[in-house]
């Protein structure tokens, strides 16, 4: 291939996620030239394909809407679930500049936000946690026609649904807005969630005469004695040069989908990516490449998933994750060895923890995988995995008139299994789990049956047969261990100080709230506060 030398701007951001694009909107109201480059044909990382929400503490959303709320609040919150792993100056930078951020994307893109009531933190029991809700924020529709022929090249849009999150029962929905109303929607070409978001962010970027470059891969970083200096990309099989005079922010997304990497740096099995398969750690190699130092990699974004038998996305093995499905009513999970192991209603990403659970004995994980257990009102009631409610049942869903044929099926042992059935319904019946309190959490009723009262929202006997299993398996929605860095989201140098020109936001940098998932959105709101800051940092070095 031959290299072409000589372009220059004065920011390039790799990535289109949320964290690109709102680091490239930040970088251009700064005065900056700005170039983004995507790897991938399609826009929107895996901002795209999520729910879009964004979770901000202290929001100006909140202001007349009876939410109590404060940054020692916010703080304290986060602090309580770090188990001493929070930078305190980078949790911090985020609760400052996360409200401002929020104003700013209302004011300068078509965006505009409203809170999810009632919608509460994934901890909310913890000091400083918010039970009623008020940090997670929605995104209202986008009419994707508005984006001319940028429309077709958005990720997922095929799988644009014209809602918005608190339109669904993830938002605490009972009911989807009725048909003719989702008729005209339709008709207008409106999407909402993380694809509603992403159009909204690249529309303003558009207006300003910024136009992501897509299909052309980051290869390496160039550099001089002094640091970053630009990149070379590849595009149409030759290698450009673009110096960049003032920085270059990496916002590439995770290494989920990097088998080795994986391997190499999380804390436990992790074989079930659910974000988009382009993210491979291209950020974090080329960061490795020019001396940075690493944070955070044992963790990501944990989520309990099912890989549904021939369903495939963009060239791979796809999967559904398994959020309301194990906290509805007249559902449990039970391990390899027909036991219950946790708590099935709390937050996807707190789980990851039960699925890296070490048996030393038997040197085995054993609640990876594990089995979801329903009986027939369940699945007459609700949808699973994809599957929608009713008698209809595909093959991959096991199905057994009697709990030892179940037994059977998904080779667990039967007596251990039937003495576990029985204790769950006799408590369940009661309205109690002594064993893990399931739906003493108000975040465990909120995903839950929201037309059944209290605990009953998540708690309920398996008293109809059959009976169903499907396998759950622990997956990420993404990684967040990437290139460390200070406040500015300056990538830190493993030989002290700054690496000049070179910053990270989003998935790819060391996650500014360590281990912390704080609510809905606690992936996306940190990406746009740090994607802000580095935009600004890059155009003002």
């Given at each position: ?18 964290a ?85 994307i ?7 936000f ?20 008020g940090?997670?924020?929605?995104n ?14 958005i990720?997922g ?12 029962p ?19 070409g ?48 030759e ?14 997304g995770?290494f ?40 955070n ?84 009631s ?60 108000a ?79 606690g ?18 070095r």
């Amino acid at each position: 291939r031959r290299t072409i030398l000589s372009e220059q701007c004065d920011v390039i951001i790799l990535g289109t996620g949320a964290a690109g694009l709102t680091a490239a909107l930040a970088a251009t109201h700064e005065g900056a030239s700005v170039r983004i480059f995507e790897k991938s044909e399609l826009i929107g990382g895996t901002t795209a394909m999520s729910g879009g929400i964004i979770w901000i503490p202290n929001n100006h959303l909140q202001e007349g809407s009876g939410v109590e709320d404060s940054r020692e609040k916010a703080l304290s919150y986060l602090e309580s679930l770090s188990l001493g792993q929070i930078d305190s100056d980078m949790a911090a930078t985020f609760v400052d500049n996360g409200p401002k951020m929020l104003k700013w994307i209302e004011d300068v893109t078509p965006c505009s936000f409203h809170l999810i009531h009632n919608y509460p933190d994934y901890h909310p029991e913890h000091p400083g946690g918010l039970p009623g809700g008020g940090r997670s924020v929605d995104n209202s529709l986008f009419s994707l026609p508005e984006l001319g022929k940028w429309a077709s090249i958005i990720r997922g849009r095929e799988k644009g649904s014209p809602v918005m999150l608190t339109e669904t029962p993830l938002g605490g929905a009972t009911t989807t807005p009725d048909r003719k109303v989702l008729e005209e929607r339709i008709q207008k070409g409106q999407i909402g969630m993380g694809l509603a978001l992403v159009s909204g962010l690249l529309r303003a970027l558009l207006d300003l005469g910024i136009e992501p470059e897509v299909n052309t891969p980051a290869i390496k970083l160039l550099t001089d004695g002094d640091g970053v200096k630009g990149v070379q990309v590849e595009e149409d099989g030759e290698y450009i040069e673009i110096e960049a005079h003032k920085g270059v922010i990496i916002a590439t997304g995770g290494f989920e989908w990097n088998r080795e990497l994986v391997t190499t740096f999380l804390r436990g099995p992790m074989n079930a990516p659910a974000g988009s398969p382009e993210n491979t750690g291209d950020g974090l190699q080329m960061a490795m490449n020019v001396g940075a130092k690493l944070g955070n990699m044992r963790n990501a974004w944990w989520v309990p998933v099912v890989k549904v038998p021939g369903e495939m996305q963009y060239g791979h093995e796809s999967v559904r994750l398994i959020l309301l499905e194990r906290t509805r009513p007249h559902s449990f999970m039970i391990n390899q060895y027909g036991k219950r192991f946790t708590n099935e209603a709390g937050n996807y990403n707190a789980m990851g923890g039960v699925f890296h659970a070490f048996d030393p004995q038997k040197f085995e994980y054993p609640n990876n995988p594990c089995w979801l257990i329903f009986d027939h009102k369940h699945k007459l009631s609700y949808d699973v995995a994809g599957c929608p409610a009713g008698d209809n049942a595909p093959d991959w869903m096991l199905k057994a008139e009697t709990v030892e044929e179940l037994a059977s099926l998904i080779s667990v042992d039967s007596d251990t299994f039937a003495s576990t059935f029985e204790r769950f319904n006799e408590f369940a019946l009661k309205g109690e789990d002594p064993d893990f309190k399931r739906g003493q959490s108000a975040y465990d009723t909120f995903n839950g049956d929201q037309s059944q009262e209290g605990i009953s929202a998540t708690l309920q006997p398996l008293a109809t047969p059959p009976y169903y299993a499907i396998k759950v398996e622990g997956g990420a929605l993404g990684t967040n261990g990437g290139p460390k860095t200070d406040a500015n989201c300056r990538v830190l140098s493993l030989n002290g100080g700054v690496i000049n020109g070179l910053y990270a936001a989003g998935n790819a940098m060391a996650a500014p709230t360590g281990m912390v998932y704080g609510g809905a959105g606690g992936t996306i709101g940190p990406a746009m506060t740090f994607g802000y800051i580095a935009g600004i940092s890059a155009a003002n070095r």
